[in-house]
């Protein structure tokens, strides 16, 4: 029950075969092979970034300052699109991210078989990302064939033009959708541009400005190759920025939406972030000790504050063979080692939203199946409409849930299957709780 809501996305990536296989070929435990592998994909990232960093500056400073700044702005939120440049718990994204920085590198050293086979890698992972750089290749390629005609410079005109005949081409055969899609599409406002807030527009259209001037500066430095990057980041993004637009403003191509063409800013935050690093190291911070300490320490401790913000319930560093500090995740684990694998749970559909919970995910923690709920697997509706019907069942069959008793219980153990419910405490009188903390019981119905 309820493993629909993730297959969706887990037959259409090789990621959890990825994982599943290193698990059984290392002994490593779950907790601790999750944790590797994030840590492995945050050095492979700033591996990556290196590597470009090294084909975009020619001093040591540059590259370390293009580098740290990243690695300082790991958890920075993308515009409106709801991503970070890394995650902060593993996911197909922070793998996908190292491989389309080398898809960048590989392209602007001219091996486009090398290239070729880490998009393919990114596409094996994640079924929307490996577009991005995709695009991002065949302008880098396109743009050094005909290095000699951009030598007097690209036109806002011309990008206009580059990125016209690149948006979407299928659009006009996108079907109407349907009611049930669209109250979806609604809990997921970052789908639609036009939904954004003031300042995630600007998030979305200052690095097309930056990446602009870059270029020129680059220009005058005879900095050649940045220069073809900057100028292919500014066409990127003003083609999926049109993209994004084409598919939101008219309903009859709403469905598209689930694309998510403004994705297409993680790739380009990161670049962003590296080349605006590079510059303030060739240019600011050069050897000057104490300006590297005043621009990162702050800017370090600025984003730990706001990490801490984001979850203040649970440990900034979740390390495995640890007892987690929140007591949500407690429960879970709790749940994951002392009942049944084929067990199923019911909790509160919102409970993500509870103060406190910090949006521990059930199913990863406890390695349970729980009903469907309101925040998560809408995302799986919203990219597979398909399974709208049955998620709106079993979210329906919970409503009223802060105000249930023993009987709503037992209806859903009737209806579905339902053998264990977590609660808020103090709970419902008259149920078994065999395991309770400060904020949560876990109960097996009778």
């Not at 470009?52 to 409106?80: D, E, K, M, Q, Y």
């Not at 190292?98 to 590989?106: E, I, M, N, P, Y």
């Not at 990125?163 to 659009?171: M, S």
């Amino acid at each position: 029950m309820g493993r629909e809501f993730f297959l969706s996305h887990a037959r259409l990536t090789f990621f959890p075969n990825l994982i599943a296989l290193s698990l059984r070929v290392t002994h490593l435990p779950f907790d601790w092979g999750v944790f590797l592998w994030q840590v492995l994909s945050i050095f492979l990232l700033l591996a990556a970034c290196w590597e470009l960093s090294g084909l975009l500056f020619p001093t040591a400073r540059a590259r370390w300052a293009g580098v740290c700044l990243v690695a300082a702005l790991l958890t920075i939120p993308v515009a409106g699109t709801a991503l970070y440049i890394v995650d902060q718990y593993l996911n197909p994204r922070n793998l996908a991210a190292f491989a389309a920085v080398f898809a960048v590198v590989r392209t602007l050293e001219k091996k486009y078989l090398r290239s070729f086979l880490w998009i393919a890698f990114t596409a094996c992972l994640h079924p929307l990302m490996w577009v991005f750089p995709f695009a991002l290749c065949l302008l880098l390629a396109g743009i050094e064939k005909f290095e000699d005609r951009l030598q007097s410079g690209v036109t806002e005109k011309t990008v206009g033009a580059i990125a016209a005949l690149l948006v979407f081409p299928g659009i006009p055969l996108a079907p109407v959708p349907s009611r049930a899609y669209q109250e979806v599409a609604k809990l997921h406002g970052y789908f639609y541009i036009q939904r954004w807030a003031w300042y995630e527009w600007l998030g979305a259209v200052a690095p097309l400005f930056l990446f602009w001037w870059f270029g020129r500066l680059a220009r005058r430095r005879e900095a050649a190759c940045r220069e073809r990057v900057c100028w292919a980041f500014v066409i990127y993004g003003a083609m999926f920025l049109s993209a994004s637009l084409v598919v939101d403003l008219p309903v009859r191509f709403e469905v598209l939406a689930r694309l998510q063409p403004m994705r297409s800013l993680h790739l380009m935050y990161i670049v962003m972030f590296l080349v605006m690093g590079g510059f303030v190291g060739e240019c600011v911070l050069q050897r000057h000790v104490w300006l590297w300490l005043l621009l990162f320490v702050p800017l370090s401790l600025g984003m730990f504050y706001a990490q801490r913000a984001l979850f203040p319930a649970s440990a900034h560093l979740g390390l495995p063979g640890t007892t987690p500090k929140n007591p949500w995740a407690q429960a879970f684990l709790w749940i994951r080692e002392n009942t049944p694998v084929n067990a199923l749970f019911a909790l509160d559909p919102q409970y993500s939203h509870i103060e406190g919970e910090d949006e521990v995910g059930f199913r990863c923690a406890a390695l349970r199946s729980r009903l469907a709920d309101w925040d998560k697997d809408n995302g799986a509706v919203s990219m597979f409409p398909q399974l709208g019907e049955e998620w709106w069942s079993q979210v329906q069959a919970q409503r009223g849930w802060k105000s249930f008793q023993l009987e709503d219980f037992l209806r859903l153990k009737n209806q579905y299957g339902v053998g264990w419910v977590v609660l808020q405490r103090p709970g419902v009188g008259g149920m078994d709780c065999p395991y309770s903390n400060a904020a949560v019981q876990v109960c097996k119905l009778p």
